[in-house]
């Protein structure tokens, strides 16, 4: 078979002779790959990059030079308009290894590989309609991934940029997650300041207690040492707290959050826009449970398809992971928000019903004022308790189970 096709695959190695003459390879490699790829139905381009180690650049200047035309590489971000793909016939392109790839004014840019063949000029007038043509030569394998990215869905529509307008989207969710997490942090932070100033006002109400208990005058030093204490750990502690309660780094609130996290997850509704998928609208009153209701709907991707690159699916998989993912950090901010409410009004209530107690107990004295002081910061600390818990207790009486998350 190989010597009845010795011509043909010598008028084909020609393409690659500038390979020989810079001395990238020799002429028999050539016409080995030549031999290798007819005998096994594959291009000779891939065979002389992965087997015999010649690099693209390389492959493009030698048909760059062969053709007389400046090449062009594969590139997903190329803006292809619709009105040049309007019109194309995917048999047509596959089998002649051509793609219209710019417009620029009434010239249409033509990625081709083989630009020898006659009738790619014709079949170029017939199915692109533009007042000039300019050809470009690529490999054969970009043509057909062009072919593939570009020729999968309706002119008009999320085409050739798919994984590039993905990768974006990602990046959008990572970015809020990261924001999510630093809020998370803040919280936190807000936590420990108040387990100081819990640690100090548990100090002075022992002082309180024991100068109620023990009137020694001898030992009263040392009552006061434990207040000053408790009052210096007390005021680190609501220092701390404060900085994250200032409204200009506070973490934002329950609405802002959910609103914010639905904006990050509207690429679904162009990306993964499958008809059909929501069986059964959501009952969740929250948007932030219908969000998660949402994600089930796109939880298993369809099945990868010949006539999309399994990296596409690949993609949309990664991205459905990633809203998810968002969806859950979403719900553990708010999560912390409402642990840190519920340690403020559970320290509160300890400390009122403490001063409350002494007051009842031992009655009004000169160390009433401690007595007065413990009730009010306990006030004060349900109070804000109540403001920190009350607005996610909706959103968390609806947080998604993680077998709905996980599809």
């Not at 040392?222 to 408790?230: E, N, P």
């Not at 320290?347 to 403490?354: D, H, I």
């Given at each position: 078979m190989i010597t009845n096709n010795k011509v043909f695959l010598d008028n084909r190695a020609g393409r690659f002779s500038a390979l020989v003459e810079h001395?990238?390879?020799?002429?028999?490699?050539?016409?080995?790959?030549?031999?290798?790829?007819?005998?096994?139905?594959?291009?000779?381009?891939?065979?002389?990059?992965?087997?015999?180690?010649?690099?693209?650049?390389?492959?493009?200047?030698?048909?760059s030079e062969y053709y007389g035309l400046v090449f062009i590489e594969y590139d997903e971000r190329l803006p292809v308009p619709p009105e040049l793909l309007s019109d194309l016939d995917r048999e047509v392109?596959?089998?002649?290894?051509?793609?219209?790839?710019?417009?620029?004014?009434?010239?249409?840019?033509?990625?081709?590989?083989?630009?020898?063949?006659?009738?790619?000029?014709?079949?170029?007038?017939t199915f692109v309609k533009a007042g000039g043509y300019e050809f470009r030569v690529a490999l054969g394998k970009d043509v057909q991934w062009f072919i593939q990215d570009f020729l999968n869905e309706k002119p008009g529509f999320i085409i050739g940029t798919e994984r590039t307008g993905l990768a974006?989207?990602?990046?959008?969710?990572?970015?809020?997650?990261?924001?999510?997490?630093?809020?998370?942090t803040d919280l936190a932070k807000a936590r420990t300041s108040l387990s100081f100033?819990?640690?100090?006002?548990?100090?002075?109400?022992?002082?309180?207690?024991?100068?109620?208990?023990?009137?020694?005058?001898?030992?009263?030093?040392?009552?006061?040492?434990?207040?000053?204490?408790?009052?210096?750990?007390?005021?680190m502690g609501l220092v701390g707290y404060l900085k994250i309660r200032k409204p200009r780094i506070s973490p934002p609130g329950v609405q802002t959050l959910v609103e914010v996290t639905a904006a990050t997850l509207s690429f679904l509704e162009d990306y993964h826009s499958i008809e059909g998928a929501c069986k059964t609208a959501s009952q969740k009153k929250t948007m932030l449970g219908r969000l998660g209701d949402f994600l089930e709907c796109y939880a298993t991707i369809l099945q990868p398809?010949?006539?999309?690159?399994?990296?596409v699916h690949l993609a949309r998989e990664r991205n459905v992971l990633a809203a998810q993912r968002t969806v859950a950090a979403c719900y553990r901010t708010i999560a912390s928000r409402a642990r840190?409410?519920?340690?403020?009004?559970?320290?509160?209530?300890?400390?009122?019903?403490?001063?409350?107690?002494?007051?009842?107990?031992?009655?009004?004295?000169?160390?009433?004022?401690?007595?007065?002081?413990?009730?009010?910061?306990?006030?004060?600390?349900?109070?804000?308790g109540v403001l920190w818990y009350w607005p996610v207790r909706s959103?968390?009486?609806?947080?998604?189970r993680c077998s709905v998350i996980e599809g």
């Open positions: 001395g990238s390879i020799t002429d028999q490699a050539v016409l080995a790959a030549e031999e290798a790829a007819f005998a096994r139905g594959l291009e000779p381009e891939d065979i002389l990059i992965e087997e015999q180690g010649v690099s693209r650049y390389a492959l493009l200047q030698a048909l392109l596959s089998k002649s290894r051509w793609f219209p790839v710019i417009q620029d004014g009434d010239t249409a840019v033509i990625a081709v590989n083989n630009f020898g063949e006659p009738p790619i000029f014709d079949e170029v007038k974006f989207w990602r990046n959008t969710l990572a970015q809020w997650r990261t924001r999510l997490a630093c809020y998370r100033l819990r640690w100090g006002l548990g100090m002075t109400a022992l002082a309180d207690t024991l100068m109620h208990t023990h009137k020694y005058s001898d030992v009263f030093y040392f009552y006061w040492t434990l207040i000053m204490a408790g009052v210096s750990l007390s005021v398809s010949q006539s999309y690159k399994e990296r840190t409410g519920l340690s403020f009004f559970r320290t509160g209530v300890l400390l009122s019903s403490l001063g409350f107690g002494l007051l009842k107990y031992f009655g009004f004295s000169l160390s009433t004022v401690f007595d007065a002081f413990i009730i009010v910061v306990g006030l004060l600390m349900i109070f804000d959103e968390q009486a609806e947080t998604p």
